[in-house]
């Protein structure tokens, strides 16, 4: 039995929502005062998620959702999303309808929400037509609160023909920017989501996203139909995550360096085409690592099953293009490594926001070559839309000013989606760890002295090569090794010259010919500096990124041994029940239980994230082996 046609049908999980459904006694919400919406969307909290308070927003967009407004959300991933819809879903006396662009999405929500006792389905082409008529029955008894469906199917006459028999009170958007042309994941069905305003004009309809910029924001609202929706945008703000770039020197070295100090953790690595993915990833493995492939070009079971072992803590690194995207709700994941630079900051935004999303500290580190700015702006030039062309160079153009920046990584961030932070956040790598300057005016002379030398037709590498004195056959053919410039950077390493040279390019002294192999040319500003004519200051080259290790966990004083014990129970019921680990506890949970060390009920319940659903399904055998820790300790 697939988990869509999976009921909520155990005698503990039906009799939570019955006697939630009487105690509650739901009338038509719309006309209940708004104290009333909040003190049953504060019991529904605390008693099926587990938690004592909403985060900042939540209440208040909840509130309008169970008043009958249309809401637009936008908060960032691991902000508390789908809350939003979950509560007024469960006070709402009908059913509500969940938009959802990805299978995995919806099989993840779906298992998470029946492990806390409520009942939910979803329909989507893996599930035939007499378990999609038992889910309709379900509807149609009143059984089932949350039907999760793909844009595709929602559209359909019939689907639309059998919800009109039903009692729907609530349509939630998810993932709403998918409904914009200027969002990063347009899907062209999620333009045709205002039908669903025609055909059911009184259920209100939240849309939900976590990365929207201003022309996105109206335009989802826009195209949704949304009437005079309540708005709620919460900061963009993961001061969890740490924002680290590096320098690309030798990037697959650099990136065996960081993963050996990860210590097993859980992580993404994103690459810009599927030959990189399949190269690194075979690389890594040869190493030791236990890590897969994900990209588009494998079959549709080879993906699901690399999906799901990485949800299941069975592989602990991802290689993957930009395919590893939204389905990807895997709460413990510590850190998310670009290998090349992104196309904007909101697939960065976006990307990076899989990490940490239970709230512990997490890092997002990007390699970062200059000269991919050249590469990746050639790929627009086939864009045919002049309009979105410019967009996209826009955009691009904000994420490479990103990877320049010599000041608070946060703060450009930040400002890109609006939200002003006037003080330097102190958790990115400017801020640790902040640019030296030295006067660089000799080095800079030797570096264009030698372009200048070897009649500026040669890139980069060879003219570190030169500075250096390397010994190769392609200088002694060119008989370069006779000139004045020859050797005379030996002092400094290759990755020295490299960023100097970098530094350069930026400061506008030499400029790189695409057209011509990115050789490099001295430009008109090169000659106040060969003449000496100013003080040139340049940044300390960064040879090795400064990685300062974190506890993930160092919020608690909590008791590791225990905490490793209470991980090796979560992974065998989790397997026992065919669900991810963080579907039966998150880490933030595991890691209050290893501190407070409940061995009844009602510390149990204490803990956050633990409702009585997970008390009564997970609650004896995790106080069991917290009794026993204490009893030999």
Known sequence: MTAACKQSNTTAQI?????????????????????????????????????????????????????GQDTLVLLPTGGGKSLCYQIPALLFDGATVVISPLISLMEDQVSQL????????????????????????????????????????????????????????????????????WGHDFRPHYRRLSELKQHFPHCPMMALTATADIATRHDIAHQLGLNAPYIHTGSFDRPNIRYTIEEKFKPLSQLMRYLRDQKGQSGIIYCTSRKRVDDISEKLAEAGFNVAAYHAGMSNDQRQFVQKAFARDDINIVVATVAFGMGINKSNVRFVLHYDIPKSIEAYYQETGRAGRDGLAAEAIMY????????????????????????????????ANFAEAQTCR????????????????????????????????LVAQQALSCVYRAQQRFGLGYIVDLLRGANTSRIRDNGHH?????????????????????QLV???????????????????AARAVLRGEYVLQLAEPRLQAKHIYQDKLAQFNYDKKLFAKLRSLRKELADADDVPPYVVFNDKTLAEMAQKMPTDDAEFLNVSGVGFSKLSKYGAPFMQLIRNYLAAS
Request: hydrophobic letters at 40%.
């Open 410 to 441: 946060r703060q450009i961030l930040l400002n890109y989606f609006s939200e002003y932070q006037r003080e330097p956040c102190g958790n990115c790598d400017i801020c640790l760890n902040p640019p030296k300057r030295f006067d660089g005016t």
């Open 15 to 67: 009799n939570l929502q019955t006697s939630y459904a009487k105690a509650t006694k739901m009338p038509a919400m719309k006309s209940d005062p708004i104290c009333e919406h909040s003190t049953l969307a504060k019991q529904a909290l605390e008693d099926t998620f587990g938690y004592s308070e909403f985060r900042a927003g939540q209440e208040a967009v909840i509130n309008a959702a169970l008043s």
């Open 368 to 399: 970062f070559d200059p000269a991919d700015i050249g590469r990746v702006k050639r790929f627009f030039e086939d864009i045919p839309d002049e309009a979105r062309r410019k967009v996209e160079e826009q955009r691009f153009q904000a994420m």
């Open 506 to 524: 930026h400061h506008g002294l030499l400029a790189q010919d695409i057209t011509q192999g990115a050789s490099l040319k001295l430009t008109e």
């Open 114 to 181: 029946q492990a806390i006792g409520v009942s939910a389905a979803y329909i989507n082409n893996t599930v035939d037509f007499t378990q999609q008529n038992a889910i309709f029955n379900q509807l149609a008894e009143g059984t089932l609160k949350l039907l999760y469906v793909a844009p595709e199917k929602a559209l359909q006459f019939d689907f639309i023909q059998r919800l009109k028999s039903l009692n729907i009170r609530f349509f939630a958007i998810d993932e709403a920017h998918c409904v914009s042309h």
């Open 482 to 502: 006779e000139l004045s410039t020859y050797g005379i950077g030996k002092s400094h390493s290759v990755e020295y010259w490299l960023s100097i040279l970098r």
